[in-house]
């Protein structure tokens, strides 16, 4: 399984190299987006509230614009059948998740830079309460844009379902996140963010398990 589900990676990932479709959409938005948050806000002073809803903001419509392909190049493409012969559904899910997992990794931490070195008001004090909800937060993102792709690769307007879909599913999500980064920017403790870090937690391995629960049934009908 393990060997099956690299070498689906590998399909994904010399695939986007040679089309550029994810990586093209996600830089093009987080250039375009926080270049308009910057035009907005002008000289105006902004709070550290608003920096880390503004920040996830960004990560959210990012994964919108990048993340939804995952199963519908593969519908377009006619390779669906094949991955049905050559892999069983759970290979399938996890390769697909480990190629979202680094490309929605690599654009968070491109757009975490980017914040922190244009937004005074960004300013993470307590860094690894920042690390940690970073990472829960990227995890759910990314099992939950799978799934979701996986589920609207079968429709018919896909480039509409996809956010209508993930707005509720990631809402609360985002919405935890967004405290857990206002915690780290304040410099809190983890004591003081721990029903948060619970919720990121529990969100991650219910999403998790009831991806691989449901995938089968999503793959095959």
């Known amino acids: 399984m393990v060997g099956k589900t690299y070498a689906l990676y590998r399909k994904d990932f010399h695939s986007e ?6 990586v093209n959409s996600l830089a093009m938005f987080i250039i375009v ?14 709070t550290q509230s608003l920096t880390g809803g503004l920040f996830w903001v960004v990560i959210f419509f990012s ?21 049905h012969l050559i892999a069983a559904p759970s290979t399938i899910f996890s390769g697909k998740l480990l190629f979202n997992l680094i490309l929605v990794f690599c654009m968070n931490i491109i757009i975490a ?19 940690v909800s970073f990472i829960l937060g990227n995890i759910g993102l990314a099992v939950a844009s799978t799934i979701i792709a996986a589920i609207i690769s079968k429709a018919g307007a896909k480039g509409t379902l ?28 983890f004591a003081d963010a721990k029903f948060e ?7 991650d391995v219910i999403m998790l398990t009831g991806s691989y629960l449901l995938f089968d049934f999503v793959w095959k009908d």
């Open 197 to 203: 870090l619970a919720l990121v937690f529990c969100y």
């Open 33 to 46: 987006a926080i270049s308009v948050i910057l035009f907005s806000i002008g000289n105006e002073k902004i």
């Open 17 to 22: 190299l040679r089309t550029r479709y994810a």
């Open 162 to 189: 996809y956010p209508v879909l993930s707005f509720p599913i990631l809402l609360p999500l985002i919405l935890t996140s967004v405290q857990l980064t206002l915690y780290a920017n304040q410099g809190s403790s």
């Open 113 to 131: 830079v980017l914040y922190t070195a244009l937004f005074d008001a960004f300013i993470i004090r307590n860094f690894a309460l920042f690390a």
């Open 63 to 83: 994964a919108m614009s990048g993340l939804a392909r995952a199963f519908v190049s593969e519908e377009e493409r006619g390779t669906s059948l094949l991955l």
